[in-house]
C-alpha cells in the first residue's frame, strides 16, 4: 500500500554496488496463519478465523498511518514484509530524508467494506487476502492486501498491496462454508505455473513472446523501453530478475473459471550512461536514496509487486503492477 500508489511508489532495499548482470535475489521468509494448529499441522484449516484477519487488517492501518506521518519505517516494520515492506521503505526512506520533521501532507488511510478471502492449507506458511474499499485514490477501486504468517508466534504482515477497479476483482472458488482454494506454486494446470510467474515476465521483458496479453504493463512497457534506450547522449540499459523466496514468493487464489489470481514479485535495475558533458537528471527521491556521486551513471533499483490472472490456457492477463523505488548508485 504505498504512500503515493500509482505505478511508482518506493522501502529501500540495500543498493547493489555495481551493475551486475547478475544480482542477488532478495530471500526473507514467507507468512500467513491460521490460528488452529493440529498435530504438526498436517490438518487441512482455514489460515485465519474472520475475526482474526479483521484484527490483522485494523492493526495493520494503524501502524501503516504512523510510518506514513512520521517517514519512519521502524513504526510498521512488523506489519509489512516481502515487496510491500521493500516498495514503502523506499519511499519512507526518501521522505524522511526530504522531509525530517515528517509527512505534512499525511492522510490517514481509511479501509472500510472490507470482504476477507480466507483459504484452507495445511502446515506454514499461511495468508488471507483482504478486498476493501480506500479514502485514497478512485473511488470504484478496490486494495487488496496479503496478509501472510510464518509462524504461530508471529503477527500478520501484509507482503503484496495492489490496487483494481472493482470490476475486475475476480470471483473466487469457495467451498460450503467460504473458504477460498489456494494455488499450489507448481500448479500444472495453469497456462504459467506461480512459482515460474516471475522468471516468465522478466523474459518476457527482454525478449518478448506470447505468454502475456499486451498491455501497458507488458507490451507497452517494452515498446517504451525500447523507445527510451538510446537517446542522445544518453544511453539506457534494463536487467529485470524474479523474486520467489520466502516472503516474496508468489501466492495465488483459485478463480471459479479453474483459473487463478496470482500475486507475484520482481526486482527491475536501469542504468543511464551519459555522453561526455551531458547531465544526468536526478529527482529528489531518486536523490535522498543515492549512494556514491552521480558524475557518468546512475543506476535506480525497483521492487515491484504485480497481480495477474493467470487461466489455465491462455495469455496471463495483467491486473495492477505497483513498482517503487528502493535504491540509486551515482558513479
Not at 529501500?12 to 532478495?26: E, K, P
Request: glycine letters at 8%.
Amino acid at each position: 500500500m504505498s504512500r503515493d500508489r500509482g505505478d511508482h511508489s518506493p522501502r529501500t532495499l540495500r543498493s547493489r554496488g555495481r551493475f551486475a548482470l547478475t544480482a542477488t535475489v532478495v530471500v526473507v521468509s514467507v507468512t500467513a496463519s491460521g490460528c488452529v494448529v493440529v498435530h504438526g499441522e498436517r490438518e487441512v484449516v482455514p489460515t485465519a478465523t474472520r475475526a482474526e484477519a479483521a484484527r490483522a487488517l485494523r492493526d495493520f492501518t494503524t501502524a501503516y498511518n504512523k510510518a506514513d506521518k512520521a517517514y519512519d519505517p521502524s513504526l510498521d516494520k512488523d506489519r509489512v514484509t516481502g515487496p510491500l515492506a521493500a516498495i514503502d521503505g523506499g519511499k519512507l526512506a526518501a521522505g524522511h530524508r526530504n522531509s525530517p520533521r515528517g509527512n505534512a501532507s499525511h492522510v490517514p488511510l481509511k479501509l472500510t467494506d472490507a470482504r476477507f478471502t480466507i483459504p484452507e492449507k495445511a502446515g506454514w506458511p499461511r495468508w488471507f487476502v483482504v478486498d476493501a474499499r480506500a479514502n485514497k485514490g478512485s473511488a470504484d477501486a478496490r486494495w487488496l492486501l496479503v496478509f501472510t504468517r510464518a509462524a504461530a508466534n508471529d503477527v500478520w504482515a501484509v507482503s503484496y498491496l495492489t490496487i483494481l477497479a472493482a470490476d475486475d476483482v475476480p470471483t473466487f472458488k469457495k467451498d460450503k462454508d467460504g473458504w477460498a482454494e489456494p494455488v499450489p506454486a507448481n500448479d500444472a494446470a495453469l497456462a504459467v505455473r506461480p512459482q515460474k510467474l516471475g522468471a516468465a515476465y522478466t523474459d518476457y521483458l527482454k525478449d518478448g513472446g506470447d505468454a502475456f496479453a499486451s498491455g501497458t504493463h507488458t507490451s507497452q512497457w517494452r515498446e517504451t523501453r525500447l523507445k527510451n534506450a538510446r537517446k542522445p547522449g544518453l544511453a539506457r540499459q534494463y536487467i529485470d530478475e524474479p523474486l520467489t523466496n520466502g516472503d516474496f514468493a508468489p501466492v495465488g487464489l483459485r478463480t471459479t473459471d479453474g483459473g487463478a489470481l496470482v500475486f507475484f514479485a520482481t526486482r527491475h535495475y536501469e542504468k543511464q550512461t551519459a555522453a561526455q558533458g551531458v547531465n544526468i537528471p536526478v529527482d529528489p527521491n531518486t536523490n535522498a536514496l543515492l549512494k556514491g556521486e552521480v558524475r557518468q551513471s546512475l543506476t535506480r533499483e525497483f521492487v515491484s509487486n504485480q497481480a495477474v490472472l493467470d487461466p489455465v490456457k491462455g495469455e496471463v492477463k495483467f491486473l495492477s503492477r505497483v513498482q517503487g523505488l528502493t535504491g540509486a548508485e551515482g558513479e
